[in-house]
């Protein structure tokens, strides 16, 4: 029955939120740290295969489930994915204050009070098993 339920919730699509203030409540709330990630879904290639090897992968959906409220913040360039103008206001605010370098992608695992706890500029260059052990690392030495 456990595995049963553990392979449902592995199912389940992650939700990436958008609103930073918003993650913040929920991460005090439910006691998890803030994942923020930095893309350009529709024309950096390292973010692509980030979103898809890393955060696609069953062992970061489970590990993130528990442990972490996700934000991404995009830039897309093309203008079918053009953001709502308060969306990239809301993103380049985030970019002003954690990415001001413009690193694409950038991954911070911050606490609920957007406090950076740890950072990882481009594509992790470790194994997806062995990065999601060192966020949940992070994760865990927070709770104590």
Known sequence: MKALIILFI???????GTDFEAAKKTAKEK????????????????CIQTKKEYFGSDV????????LVLVNADFPRRKKNKLSEAQTKQNEALAEKYNKEG????????????KVLKSWKGKPEK?????????KSVCESYKR
Request: charged letters at 10%; one cysteine or more.
């Open 10 to 16: 592995a199912l389940l699509p992650l939700q990436w």
């Open 31 to 46: 006691h998890r740290l803030i994942l923020l990630n930095f893309s350009g879904s529709d024309w950096c290639a390292p």
């Open 60 to 67: 970061f959906v489970s590990m993130a489930n528990d442990n």
């Open 103 to 114: 690193n694409f992608p950038y991954t911070l695992l911050l606490d609920a009070d957007g």
């Open 127 to 135: 194994s997806v098993s062995s990065w999601v052990a060192e966020v």
